[in-house]
């Protein structure tokens, strides 16, 4: 069985700039997340959604974060503008459907320099 | 968003030892308890979970020690190996399936 898959695995961009982040989750899953992981930190929730509608934003910087999940499959979390403390590993994580294990993938490490 | 509390922030064993990590939790709502291992540049992967109708559930190694009427709930390592180096965090999500949230995490080293 494939695994959640990330991408880009590293991003360095300066200040202002905007980026965006790419997830594939395991085929089938229903519940998608996105957590925000600084540095020493345990991962933080950014977004959930449930196919592909949001079930949960309250963490999610909605003046410069914003995160779609097109057709219950792929999604995308961008960034714009940049901050310096959005420098964090973002990962991304997909379950069957919500309440039970969720897999993560390897995440995208996003330097904001 | 609901917070989970964890302790010790590190921790430091001998091989073949017990490691002991342990969280708590505020909301009553919550009902699923993983907890998940994560080594440097890997993403979190699942070690075990349990639910509140059980006080105890072990899986080879590791167990899981659940106290509901004090909200607390930690993992047991048993037979610790130099392998088991990695940061655990414990994680909670409401019976609704969401405020999945992490512990701040406990970075576990065992010493060969």
């Known amino acids: 069985e494939a695994g959640v898959a990330q991408s880009p695995r590293y991003k360095i961009i300066e200040k202002r700039q905007s980026v965006a982040f790419w997830c594939n989750p395991i085929?089938?899953?229903?519940?998608l997340y996105w957590y925000q992981q600084i540095l020493g930190q345990g991962p933080k929730l950014l977004i959930q959604?449930?196919?592909?509608?949001?079930?949960?934003d309250s963490q999610l910087p909605k003046d410069r974060f914003s995160a779609e999940r097109l057709k219950g499959v792929d999604s995308t979390l961008k960034i714009q503008p940049a901050k310096l403390e959005d420098s964090a590993v973002y990962l991304c994580?997909?379950?069957?459907?919500?309440?039970?294990?969720?897999?993560f993938g390897q995440g995208t490490r996003l330097t904001v320099v | 968003q609901q917070q989970v509390k964890q302790s010790p922030q590190s921790l430091i064993v001998q091989k073949g030892g017990i490691s002991i990590i342990n969280c708590a939790y505020e909301n009553t709502a919550f009902d699923y308890f993983p907890w998940y291992q994560q080594f440097p540049g890997k993403g979190p992967a699942l070690l075990i979970a349990?639910?509140?109708?059980?006080s105890e559930k072990k899986e080879g190694r590791f167990t899981i020690s659940f106290n509901k009427s004090a909200k607390q709930f930690s993992l047991h390592i048993m037979d610790s190996q130099p392998g088991d180096s990695a940061t655990y965090f414990c994680a909670a999500s409401d019976n609704y399936g969401q405020n999945f949230v992490f512990g701040p995490g406990t970075r576990l080293s065992v010493l060969p």
């Open positions: 994580a997909s379950s069957l459907f919500a309440g039970i294990e969720a897999f």
């Open positions: 959604f449930q196919n592909n509608g949001v079930v949960d």
């Open positions: 349990i639910r509140p109708d059980v």
């Open positions: 085929s089938g899953h229903a519940t």
